[in-house]
């Protein structure tokens, strides 16, 4: 007997807007149903932060160090291929990076090796309406650059973070959207927890239209200063020796460049219990106390623009001590 066709969606949305929030929010429900989901984590640091947050008994492989839209997208079918052939799931979910350009991945997920094996199903694209409404009108800098075009290739828009707009402001966000792409469903959220109805779709990506989404999403990426938009974001990863003091980190965060996007990471603070996870995405400070289930090392990851980065180096620096 041959095993039925595998379902793939991929979640795409720029650093920090939501998508690890998401696919938490699938898992629970796929559960719930009695699935047998798996998982591929797309990074664009090295330290597997994302992937830890999966529950343990889901198959979840961490792609780190890079973007499965260009240095490592001939990794991804291999990655799929093998995630198949030792769990047969009967649901693939692919997060990819903050940066990554969907139509490019769609590429490695459509591999002629993958083709009687899985489907490519949705393109979900996590839209951070805060960061949204601050920054829709410059729409020549390179980061709406890049969400113009996770939005125009998506099937299905969450517009995520709606907890942190005015609510009369969605009308005007959801116009600006839907310039940009006037079909694919929109539901506006709170982490997740609504627009999880394309898990229920039943219709495949057209190819014939990914070379079309592919080359609009190629213009707005390159488009004036005839740069990648992402060729300008940097990663870096800060390893922690010793615990850090919780007040000087909060404050330095208060005081981050506009130009650092993305921070996530683990650390023990000074004179407390266990480890917390942090998340620092759009000028928002999250810190939670978790538990991981095996030994992990503690680290901070930043993203951002490389000046941007530079300019936090030294304040970074401080706060782990060096
Ligand atoms: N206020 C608010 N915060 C949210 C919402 N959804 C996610 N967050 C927070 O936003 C931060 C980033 O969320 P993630 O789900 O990790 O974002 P991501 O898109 O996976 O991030 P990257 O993979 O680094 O690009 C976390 O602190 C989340 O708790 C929301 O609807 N409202």
């Known amino acids: 007997m041959t095993n039925p066709i595998v379902p793939i969606h991929v979640l795409t949305g720029f ?5 690890t929030t998401v696919l938490l929010a699938l898992l629970e429900r796929l559960k719930a149903e009695g699935k047998r989901p798996a998982v591929i984590i797309n990074e664009f640091g090295d330290a597997d932060v994302d992937g830890l947050l999966v529950q343990d008994d889901i198959p979840t492989e961490s792609m780190l160090g890079g973007c499965i839209c260009c240095t490592i997208r001939g990794d991804l079918s291999m990655t799929i291929l093998d995630l198949y052939e030792r769990y047969n799931p009967d649901i693939l979910l692919i997060e990819a990076t903050g940066a990554a350009h969907p139509a490019e991945i769609i590429e490695g997920v459509s591999d002629a090796s993958l083709l009687t094996r899985t489907e490519l199903r949705t393109i979900v694209n996590v839209i951070d309406a805060r960061m949204l409404l ?9 980061e709406a650059r890049l969400y113009k075009s996770q939005i125009q290739t998506a099937g299905w828009l969450l517009l995520n973070k709606i907890d942190r707009v005015p609510i009369e402001s969605l009308p005007e966000l959801e116009k600006w959207i839907r310039q940009y792409n006037e079909h694919a469903p929109l539901v506006a959220t709170i982490k997740g927890s ?4 394309f898990m229920d779709s039943h219709t495949q990506v057209n190819p ?22 992402h060729s ?28 650092l996007h993305r ?6 603070f000074a004179g407390e219990q266990g480890l917390h996870l942090i998340q620092y995405a ?8 978790i538990q991981p289930q095996k ?22 620096l401080e706060i782990i001590g060096f």
């Not at 300008?232 to 020796?241: A, E």
């Not at 921070?263 to 023990?268: E, H, N, P």
């Open 15 to 19: 650093l920090g807007s939501g998508k």
């Open 134 to 142: 601050d920054t829709y009108t410059q729409s020549t800098n390179r």
């Open 232 to 259: 300008s974001l940097t990663v870096k990863t800060y390893y922690l020796d010793e615990p850090i003091d919780r007040q000087s980190f909060q404050s330095a965060c208060l005081s981050l460049p506009h130009g």
């Open 208 to 229: 014939g239209d990914i070379v079309a989404q592919r080359e609009g999403a190629a213009d707005l990426a390159m488009e004036e200063d005839g740069e990648d938009s």
């Open 295 to 316: 030994a992990v090392q503690e680290v901070l990851v930043v993203i951002g623009e490389s000046d941007a980065l530079s300019e936090a180096n030294e304040a970074m």
């Open 282 to 289: 759009y000028r928002e400070l999250e810190m939670m106390p």
């Open 194 to 197: 609504e627009g999880l109805g």
């Open 263 to 268: 921070m996530k990471g683990i650390v023990r």
